[in-house]
Each structure stands twice: as structure tokens, then as C-alpha cells.
């Protein structure tokens, strides 16, 4: 038996929408800048991929540019408003996935702009009076990035309060939303925002593909030359088969949305139900009241066995991670739990869910892990 759980790292592709793929694949090779027919079908199937997306937030399909995926989309946003909307100063927190973090600091080398972070709590929650604060200490123009929800221990910002924080200081507004999309309603018209972020591996999409948002009132310059693809914004031939990808993943995402969400959430509780009744000092990173549901981050005590729990668990047949994937395979510790003053003593897994999961891998987990590291002693009359 093998059990999947690092879906977000990447999801396994919905077999629709390996259909819906596969079937352009077959019927329709035009090139979607040509005139003839074949590249007119072909075009006519990229803006109804695009319509999909926008209708799946709220947006207009003027609003949406495809990308090959999050981090692009995210070193559009904050290259562009550095170049092209005059932003002089970022304001970002320490726990942003590193295609923020090592693009702001990029910037601060490259463009010299002001680079201000926003403290977080134990849980991940940001300190939103503080942003008040920093927003109100300068007068330079501001954009401020901080992710929806994050990737490694699974806290909720609230966007609705960033928002309108932001509105209130006229600053504007970039959101990772990589993690969220497709998880959580996402509406752009009743949350102002900028820039917005997504991913299609993160929802059973294809990898290689994903979008921005850019709010129409936002208007910046191609940030890739060389075409007149994706409104003249971002040269090259477009991932054909990869937008239609993205467009039926999320279209059946936020179809199937409370349905999911329900089955998902009922497994993270499990879990923890589970690792708590047979597991001494077992802890949850991120906040437990507001959280991403298809994360679980697993906080577990010092012992010789748990140094070794990942790939333990690996030979025993269990997907998950120590953190983001982004970062597997690097010496220095997660940058998120060093935000968050975790432990360095303890050994953080992330286990992450998909509506594909079931109640019997949790149970397959638990034993395997009764076999790895010491379970909780009987209590004595």
C-alpha cells in the first residue's frame, strides 16, 4: 500500500481533467496567434479557459493573464509594481514562500527599495495593528505581499482586514493565494486586491501552468517581450494544453468546493484525534482555530527515531513532508517554523490532504507509525 499525503506540494491530476487535456491534445494543434482556423479554435478554447478562471473569482476575463505557475506570477506582481507603478517600499512578512521572500530581497539589492516585515505570533498569525503602523510611518508608495494562507503550518490571514488596511493607506495589494485557491471562495470584487496568485498542481491541475490576477484599475507593462500573447503581457506561446488543464481543475474545485472541504477537514481531525490518543507530546503548528484545512503540521518530541521519521516513513510506504518542497533537500532548517520561534529540538511533518484521501490511509499511517517512534504508555490504576 503507498499513501499520499504531500498534496501541497502538488496534487495528483483529476482523471476529467487529464480527459479534458488529452482530448485538445488530440483534436486541436492550431497555434492560438495564428488567423486560419485551427489557430482561431485554438484561441477561442484559451478564452474560454480564461472566462472559467475569472468567473471561478469574480473577475473579469480581462483581469486574467495565465503564467507557468505560482512563481512567476508572483515575480510579475513585485517586479512590476517596483517597475512600473512606482512602489519604493515592500512590506511582507518573514513565513512568505520564498518566491516572495528571495524576490523582495532581490529588490532591495537590485532597485533599492525599502523592505519592511510584519512580525508574526507562535501561530503564524500576523500583527495587523503593526501594519497599521508601518503603513503609517512612510510616505513612499507601498505594496504590501502576504500570503492568504501558508504553505508549511497552514494559518489563515485574514484578507478582508489586509484589504481594507491597505485601502485605507493607499497601498496596494499582492496575495500568494497558491495555497488557497481552489480551497476557499475567492472573490475579487468584494476584496480589493491588486495582485493574486494561483497554481493548477495545487488543485489537481497540471503542473507548469497557473495565473494572475491584476486588478483592472492596476495597470503595469509586459513582464516577458518578445509576443503579443496573454494581451501583450507575456510573450511566447501559451501553454495550450496546460490552460485547459487549469480551467477544469478549478472549475471543478469550486464547483465541489463545501463537498470537499467537508471530507478533508473530517480526515485532519482524525489524524489529530489519532496522533493525540496514541502518541506522547504530540503538537500542532499554526493556528488550530482558523487554518488551511488540507494541512496538518506535526510537531513531534525529541527522539533518536525521529530524526529519521520521513524517510521511515517513506520506506514504510507514506508520502509527506518536513516543509515546503520548494526547499526539500536543503541543509538550513524551515525558514517558516524559525519565523514562528518553533522548537529546533522536535520534529516537524506536514501531512497534507486531498479530496482522493481516505479515513483507511489515516489508519495505514497510524500503525505505521506505532512502528517508528514510541507510543503512549498505558495509563497505571
Known sequence: MRVYFDNAATTPLDPIVIEAMTKVMQENFGNPSSIHREGRTSRSIIEKARKTVANCINASI?????????????????????????????????MEHHCVLHTVESLEKT????????DIDSCGRINYAQLTDLLSSSDKKTLVSLMHANNEVGTVMNMEKISQICQTHNALFHSDT???????????????????????????GPKGVGFIYINGETQIKPYIDGGAQERNMR??????????????????????MDEKRTHIDGLRQYLKDQ???????????????????????????????????MLNLDIAGISASGGSACSSGAEKGSHVLESINAPTDRKTIRFSFSHFN????VDFLIEKLKTIIAIKKAATV
Not at 494544453?241 to 464547483?255: D, F, Q, T
Open 62 to 94: 480581462g483581469e486574467i493573464f495565465f503564467t507557468s505557475g505560482g512563481t512567476e506570477s508572483s515575480n510579475m506582481a513585485l517586479k512590476c509594481a517596483v517597475r512600473d507603478l512606482g512602489v519604493q517600499r515592500i512590506i511582507t512578512s518573514r
Open 275 to 309: 496522533l493525540t490518543e496514541h502518541f506522547e507530546d504530540i503538537q500542532f503548528n499554526g493556528c488550530q482555530e482558523n487554518y488551511l484545512y488540507t494541512v496538518l503540521s506535526v510537531s513531534f518530541p525529541p527522539s533518536p527515531k525521529a530524526d529519521m521519521m
Open 358 to 361: 481516505k479515513k483507511e490511509e
Open 235 to 256: 510573450g511566447g506561446t501559451e501553454n495550450f494544453y496546460g490552460i485547459v488543464g487549469i480551467a477544469k481543475a478549478l472549475e471543478m474545485a469550486v464547483e465541489k
Open 178 to 204: 497558491v495555497q488557497t485557491m481552489g480551497h476557499f471562495p475567492i472573490d475579487v470584487e468584494a476584496t480589493k486586491i491588486n495582485f493574486l496568485t494561483g497554481a493548477a498542481h495545487k488543485f489537481h
Open 111 to 118: 532597485h533599492g527599495i525599502t523592505l519592511d516585515f510584519v
